[in-house]
Structure formats: structure tokens, C-alpha cells
């Protein structure tokens, strides 16, 4: 990663800068379906996505400010330039994007956090779930995955139970085991390789809109 240190200005043209809100027609100059992936860690699955969707544009936040410049390398090298990164804490940064303004979010392998004494630092909480749903469009749909089954299983809880505002397309409890996935990140490429079966849901939101204050 070392190499990464460095970020040259072509680097920099995919990677967004400022504290303020984001401004996606700003950023891309059009206006087009937007996609948010959140932790995208070394960037194989938001490269590759927003390679075979040109028509589309990406937004990525990633906590890793090292990972985010490797990221932009992996987009340059594919010529993509439909995406933008943002380094940061991914909370905050969905309280900046405008309202309705996500057609799909990810959330892939984020940080498990197992021991129990530790879950309240997860970040799909029921106050992130709340504010991730004002950014999101009606019909926005969420894909989330982890080989911690407790975690998802405490998302889609968390989802559901918030009054109104995601639902679960899929019958069977709402879950699903090892699904085959278009492009593997470096996580699931890994837990895969030690045999860990992995936990995906699709959450899709309502035409609710959201509580301006986060749920107790
Ligand atoms: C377990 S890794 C998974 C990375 C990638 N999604 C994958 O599947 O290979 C979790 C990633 O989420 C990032 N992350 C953790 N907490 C975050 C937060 N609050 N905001 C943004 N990124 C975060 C970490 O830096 C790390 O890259």
C-alpha cells in the first residue's frame, strides 16, 4: 500500500474533496442514476461496477485514505471516470448527500465488530439506517453482506422494524446464503477461501419519506 501514499493529480480528479453537502450533478457534470458504495476498501467491486455502467455514476466513502487513492488507481487503469471517492466516516458523509438522490447503495463485508461487548461501534445501526433512507429514491435498493450472520441478521431487524421505510423483496425470511456475486470483493474472495458461508440482504426502500430525527 505504500505506494499509495502519493496521489497524483490523476488520483485526485476521481477523489471528491470538501466537508460540505455533496453535490452529485456538480460532481459528474449530468445527471444520472447514482450508486453509493459504502467501505469499498481496495476497490474491485466500485471499479468494475462503474466500468460496465457508464451511463450510470458511482459515489464510493471509504474511512481508508490509502485505499481510497489505491481505488482511484484501479478506476484510472479501466478508464473509468464515473466514479468519485470520498474519504471519510461513511455516517456522516450520507448526511451530506441530497435528499432521494440513490438508485442503489452496497454495503459489502463492513468492519464485524464480533465481540458482543463491541456491536454498538457497527455502523448499520438503526440512526444510520434512518438517515441512509433520506438519501435514498423510492425504491432505492440496499445490497448488504457479511460473513458475521449476527450482523446482517441485526440489520434486516433493524431495517424492518423501522416504521415504514425498507422492505425485504425476498421471501424465505428476507436472507440469503452464498449467492453468486458478479464481482467478489477482496473480503468475500477471502472468508470464501476459509470457508465461511456468507449472508447477503436486499433491502428496498419505501416511499415513506424519513424521520427528520433519528429513531430512539
Ligand atoms: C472489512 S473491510 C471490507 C472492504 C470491502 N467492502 C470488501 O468487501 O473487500 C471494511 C471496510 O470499511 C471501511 N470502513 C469501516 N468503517 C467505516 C466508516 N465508518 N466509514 C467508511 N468506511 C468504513 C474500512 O476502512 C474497510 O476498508
Redesign the pocket.
Known amino acids: 500500500m505504500r505506494r499509495y501514499r502519493v496521489r497524483t493529480d490523476a488520483h485526485a480528479s476521481l477523489v471528491g474533496a470538501g466537508e460540505g453537502a455533496v453535490d452529485p450533478a456538480a460532481l459528474f457534470g449530468r445527471s444520472a442514476p447514482l450508486r453509493l458504495e459504502?467501505?469499498?476498501?481496495?476497490g474491485e467491486?466500485i471499479s468494475q461496477m462503474a466500468a460496465v455502467h457508464p451511463d450510470e455514476d458511482f459515489l464510493g466513502?471509504?474511512?481508508?485514505h490509502l485505499?481510497v487513492t489505491k481505488t482511484a488507481h484501479k478506476c484510472l487503469k479501466l478508464g473509468v471516470g464515473n466514479v468519485r471517492l470520498f474519504g471519510?466516516?461513511?455516517?456522516d458523509y450520507v448526511r451530506r448527500l441530497p435528499a432521494q438522490a440513490l438508485a442503489r447503495v452496497y454495503i459489502?463485508?463492513?468492519?464485524p465488530w464480533p465481540k458482543a461487548g463491541h456491536r454498538r461501534r457497527r455502523?448499520v445501526n438503526r440512526g444510520f439506517l434512518a438517515d441512509l433512507a433520506r438519501a435514498c429514491a423510492p425504491g432505492c435498493r440496499l445490497l448488504f453482506a457479511s460473513d458475521t450472520h449476527n450482523y446482517a441478521l441485526q440489520v434486516l431487524s433493524n431495517a424492518t422494524t423501522l416504521p415504514g421505510l425498507w422492505r425485504t423483496p425476498w421471501g424465505g425470511g428476507g436472507f440469503r446464503f452464498d449467492i453468486p456475486t458478479r464481482f467478489p470483493?477482496?473480503?468475500?474472495r477471502h472468508k470464501k477461501e476459509e470457508g465461511c458461508s456468507i449472508c447477503y440482504l436486499l433491502l428496498e426502500r419505501s416511499g415513506q419519506p424519513a424521520p427528520d430525527a433519528p429513531p430512539p
Do not use: K, N
Open positions: 459504502i467501505g469499498f476498501g481496495h467491486f466513502v471509504e474511512y481508508d485505499r471519510g466516516d461513511a455516517h459489502l463485508f463492513p468492519d455502523l470483493t477482496t473480503f468475500e
